[in-house]
């Protein structure tokens, strides 16, 4: 199998501070996983299924059979105090594209969980076709085997998407949204260009290649694209097979041409908080509009000549934003609306 190196694994904010036990029961059997300490790393992988639809429990398995084959071990760290909060890497992304400056302000507000999707990084490849429902699924299972309370999850890009359909799939398993650079899909959605979509699904594409799509050719996203390289690549090596990368980007090309994410965003009834760059080319910012507009319970935050990597470019006003987004929720308030000299906000409201 080839594989490329995408990114380093960055060390460790604080050591992981769980160690949730899953058990699973049936009339026979029991079968108990507890977490395991991926060797050379910070990390811990555990063994996760993917949760059916509608469900919030684990599904009752049994050490050997089909459904413990499907099973896949998913390497995750969580760090800090405080709400849960679940990151959502998007595609071709593993933990180390989370920048840890923003991964140590999240953690000084929020007990944060990182960990890599199936066939990137420290993660086991796929046991199923990849598709944005089974990613979805898959992410539900992490959330109950580890234990997170009514996280709020945070996704980018991808991830973002996965968190919706998460939440569509699995009403009541989180508690708010943070949508990074991403789009619902489907009619009246804006596309890459062919060959920013391409460079995305290459194999191979180099971290500096990659930069020039997070950042834009402005004076500070210049200065980013020399930096955020060398930062991936601290650590142990991440590896992600050319298999996941060609197969992330075909389920980004169906979520692209299909509605059925767009059409189930009025049925989300959590708040949601919709962040953008204005430059992005990878997510244009009309899609982040368009995604606040059709959320019944959304804010919407926009980062001027910011790109892709807006949360990186502009760390602190996006620490900032998302820890007031969740205290106007904490005190009952549905939407919210901040201003800082790097970010512009509209709110909506049902």
């Known amino acids: 199998m080839v594989v490329i190196v995408l990114a380093g694994c960055s060390p460790q904010v604080n050591p992981p501070d769980t160690t949730t036990t899953t058990t699973s029961t049936t009339s026979t059997t029991t079968t108990t996983t507890m977490p395991t300490a991926v060797t050379g790393t910070a990390l811990l992988r555990a063994r996760v299924a993917a949760l059916p639809r509608g469900a919030l429990a684990l599904p009752l398995v049994t050490e050997g059979s089909t459904a413990w084959m499907r099973m896949v071990p998913i390497a995750y760290r969580s760090f800090g105090s405080g709400p849960d909060l679940l990151l959502i890497s998007g595609q071709d992304g593993t933990l180390s594209w989370w920048g840890q400056t923003l991964l140590s302000d999240l953690s000084g507000h929020y007990r944060v969980t990182v960990f890599d999707l199936p066939g990137a990084g420290y993660s086991g490849n796929a046991t199923a076709a990849l598709s944005l429902s ?15 309370s009514d996280p709020t999850v945070l996704g980018w890009g991808l991830g973002g998407q996965i968190a919706l359909s998460l939440v569509e799939r699995h009403p009541g398993l989180a508690s708010a949204l943070v949508l990074v650079d991403t ?14 979509a391409a460079l995305l699904g290459r194999p191979g594409a180099t971290p500096v290649a990659l930069s020039a799509v997070l950042f834009p050719p402005t004076v500070a996203g210049l ?16 590896w992600m097979t050319a298999r996941a990368v060609r197969a992330e980007a075909a389920v980004q090309a169906v979520i692209w041409r299909t509605s059925a994410l767009r059409k189930g965003l009025g049925k989300v009834i959590i708040p949601a908080l919709v962040v953008s760059g204005t430059d992005d080319i990878v997510f244009p910012p009309a899609n982040s509009t368009q995604l606040a507009e059709d959320l019944p319970h959304s804010s919407e935050v926009s980062f001027p ?6 949360i990186i470019q502009d760390e602190p006003a996006f620490v900032a934003a998302v820890e007031n987004f969740s205290g106007s929720n904490s005190s009952g308030t549905t939407t919210t609306s901040t201003s800082t000299t790097s970010t512009t906000t509209t709110s909506t409201t049902p």
């Open 305 to 310: 000549s910011a790109g892709y990597g807006a």
């Open 134 to 148: 089974w990613l979805a699924d898959i992410t539900a299972g992490l959330v109950v085997t580890i234990g997170l």
């Open 223 to 238: 200065e980013e694209r020399s930096i955020w390289p060398s930062s991936l690549l601290a650590g142990p090596s991440d």
């Open 183 to 196: 789009a619902a899909g489907g009619a009246g959605s804006v596309k890459p260009s062919e060959d920013v």
